[in-house]
């Protein structure tokens, strides 16, 4: 199993893609590390076309968030307010953290 450097809640912003969103921030939904992928709320939406399965469930062009790959998104400090590497912190009773690389607050 592959390690992804984001967790579910995390704010991220996204490095690399097309003008529209390049640069946008987003909260991380869904992880999968087996393929690597993220899925970030409000980021790489696509158009769906969805057909009704039971009575009262929407149907027509709906619009969703598709996964993109971790590498391409970099986690955002909630104190700094910048995008920033993670490094880690091992406290004396073996306790790990996560920490920012600029400012050293710990997530």
Known sequence: MKKVHVKVGDT??????????RGK???????SP???KV????????????????PGD???II?????IYACKVMLVCPKCK?????????YADGKK????KKCGETF
């Open 12 to 21: 991220v912003i996204l490095l690399t893609g097309d003008k529209k969103d």
């Open 25 to 31: 921030t987003g909260k991380v939904l869904e992880v």
């Open 34 to 36: 087996k393929e690597g």
């Open 39 to 54: 899925i970030v709320e409000g980021l790489n939406m696509v158009s769906k076309h969805v057909k009704p399965r039971r």
């Open 58 to 60: 929407p149907s027509g």
């Open 63 to 67: 619009k969703a968030e598709s996964p």
């Open 82 to 90: 910048k995008p920033t590497r993670i490094g880690h912190k091992v």
């Open 97 to 100: 953290d996560r920490m920012c």
